[in-house]
């Protein structure tokens, strides 16, 4: 055995220390910088003028625009638009002039232009269609979509000059062996197979003779990304060039011209997900990753002639936007130079760029063209409309609106939570009441998007605090995984409580007037809080609750929805530490669910629920609901006859908002609400089935 003198086990000891140390000191200088930068930002939104307070419908309108897509050649947008009962397709130069409504009426959802830009291939749920562009005829459909053998459009094929791509699924129930095939199928309906497999394909990619170079398949219920390699008449043989395990992810983006590499977002040998290269020797070089070090890259602009990545766009926690070259960095900065501030997606065209800006503070999104060439900006859609059961609705005054807040907070245990906070306007934060907002999920996010509920409570003067609690996705694969599935009265929820009580301690939000509110797992973290944390939480709101979170995810892990294409439910569940198989996961969550706790609810709750809800059965909202009633708890339960897990109906979801607005004015002292209809009042006549004390007057 060697040995070292004691002084040298000392000195690394005092050396550890020592930097031990500084490093916490570093953090502690860093978070004071935030804290110091988060309550100048809070300052600045309080101290505008006191917003009007709007009318409840115009949160809940929505933009008449579906989507733009730019041509490849950068001379064309084509935008999706509700025009009352109909959908009408748009086309507009990005050099200028007037719109022109080709279309009034559609059944297309999306859309894609061809590569030649003569096609716009329209998806529709039934069917793809292929509407002339040039003046050239022959407009049809060319593919059947959904049906027995599932259907599904890819997009179009990025090699050849007027085609689309499409992915074919066994039958769900089939004596057959179960085949999966990619096909093209060119503007005249013509098709032709990509590629034929045993198993799920997911994602291909091409070389610029339109040859298959590369493909994604599952392989038990992982990712395998294979390339094609050799000159057969089969185009070559497939070998595999990386696994993606364990949730990693991997997303083929496209193939080089040579078909010799390829571009990925994937997480591969990193903790993020980045823009990567996969190399000839099956090796990946990072091409971007976020310079912030804090989230997932959420989208790729191509280069619209070589298919190389071009610019990198961040959602997570601010927006932002990263150009690949240097070409493309001077623009970038030059198009996030023009909108500060404001969640920017760009499309890379020939001659024009589209720019789409969206903003917490507007709903849908505004067009602009932007010309590389000149550096010239042009507005090609700012007011596309919005509408309230099938009219057109008054736009929300964005200055009455409030900023979304992106900041970070250490929970307890030391983790670093993201998260925002609206502040009111014209109103002392110290003094707001405080509502945390849930996201539902668990494995989803808020973003830098506008939220109907978070924008009505802060217009009623609420701060409203939206925590990416641990488990929230687009912040890295381990933080993603953090939660360990701690989902019940747990790490997860204390992320929720740490975050309102780290507000309230700067000064943003009254702690003494707090409440919680969600829908799905928002929902259940609602019943969570009242339950276990009532000291904290003096009301609470949960849309389509889950009153049993073990309960609901062994019912819902036999479904066929999955989180990653090909990927059964239960197998993610398990891989994020909430197998629905594990009896010791389902009694530790059924142990700490609102349902087994009943007894200890003592804060007034609003329910809301689907009678026809295909995830949180509307058997279990009844039965909890019952449970606190007979236990005379302080409940009220709104129940929507025909409603899903997603609640659409105009008039429950005014509904829900006036209820929702009634209660938190009652209990907390935010905004009384606007006095409901005569139709609004019949229709929460009928649907709520009990009435808690805030509603028998």
Known sequence: MIGFPEWIGRGVLA???????????????????????????????????????????????????????????????????????????????????????????????????????????????????????????????????????????LGADPAFPAAVLVRESPPVVSRLPKRWRVLRIDAQGRETLVREDA???????????????????????????????????????????????????????????????????????????????????????????????????????????????????????????????????????????????????????????????RAPTMKGERLHAYDPATGAFRDVLVDAGTRWRGKPAPALDQAALSRKIPFAYRATDGLPIHGYVLVPHGVDPARAPLIAHVHGGPFSRFGPEFSSVSQMLANRGYVVFEPNFRGSTGFGRAFMRAGKGDFGNGRVQQDIVDGVRFLAAQGIGDANKAGIVGASFG????????????????????????????????????????????????????????????????????????????????????????????????????????????????????VDPDARHSVSDPRTREAYLYLVERLLHRRLGGGAPEAPSAGLKAAIEKDLLLRGSDFRD
């Open 199 to 357: 198993k799920q394909l997911v994602d291909v990619a091409f070389d610029a003779r339109g040859r298959l170079a590369f493909f994604t398949r599952v392989e038990n219920a992982q990712y395998a990304v294979y390339r094609m390699r050799g000159d057969t008449p089969m185009h070559g043989k497939p070998e595999r060039a990386m696994r993606c395990v364990d949730l990693q992810r991997c997303v083929l983006i496209a193939a080089s011209a040579d078909g010799s590499t390829a571009t990925l977002l994937t997480d591969v040998g990193a903790n993020f997900r980045r823009v990567a290269r996969l190399n000839a020797d099956d090796t990946l070089t990072t091409l971007h990753t976020d310079p912030r070090g804090e989230a997932d890259v959420q989208d790729v602009a191509l280069d619209p002639l070589t298919h190389a990545p071009t610019i990198a766009g961040y959602r997570s926690t601010i927006a932002a936007n990263h150009g690949l070259t240097p070409d493309a960095q001077r623009h970038v900065a030059r198009i996030e130079a023009r909108w500060p501030d404001r969640n920017l997606r760009i499309d890379v065209g020939a001659t024009h760029w589209l720019v789409h800006e």
């Open 523 to 638: 929902g259940y973290s609602t019943l969570i809080g009242l339950t276990f944390q009532p000291d904290l939480f003096r009301v609470g709101i949960a849309a389509v609750p889950p009153a049993d979170f073990g309960w609901v995810l062994r019912w819902y892990s036999q479904s066929v929805d999955q989180m990653a294409p090909g990927i059964p439910m239960s197998t993610s569940m398990r891989l994020l530490d909430l197998d629905p198989a594990d009896p010791k996961v389902i009694e530790r969550l059924r142990v700490q669910s609102p349902i087994a706790n009943a007894d200890r609810m003592t804060r007034p709750l609003l329910l809301l629920a689907g009678a026809e809800d295909e995830r949180v059965p509307i058997r279990s909202v009844l039965h909890y609901a019952a449970a606190l009633q007979v236990r005379n708890k302080d409940v009220t339960l709104l």
């Open 15 to 153: 050396l550890a220390m020592a930097l031990g140390t500084a490093s916490a000191t570093h953090a502690a200088q860093r978070d004071l910088l935030d804290v110091q930068a988060l309550r100048a930002e809070v300052a600045n939104e309080s101290a505008l003028p006191k917003a009007r307070q709007l009318p409840r419908t115009a949160f809940l309108a929505s933009s008449d625009l579906t989507g733009a897509w730019l041509s490849p050649d950068g001379r064309r947008v084509a935008w999706l638009r509700e025009e009352g009962r109909n959908r009408a397709l748009w086309v507009a130069s990005m050099q200028g002039g007037k719109p022109v409504r080709l279309l009034p009426n559609t059944e297309a959802t999306s859309l894609a232009w061809s590569r030649d830009g003569r096609w716009v291939f329209l998806e529709s749920p039934r069917q793809v269609f292929a509407l002339a562009m040039a003046g050239q005829g022959g407009s049809r459909a060319i593919a059947k979509l959904g049906g027995r053998w599932p259907r599904e459009m």
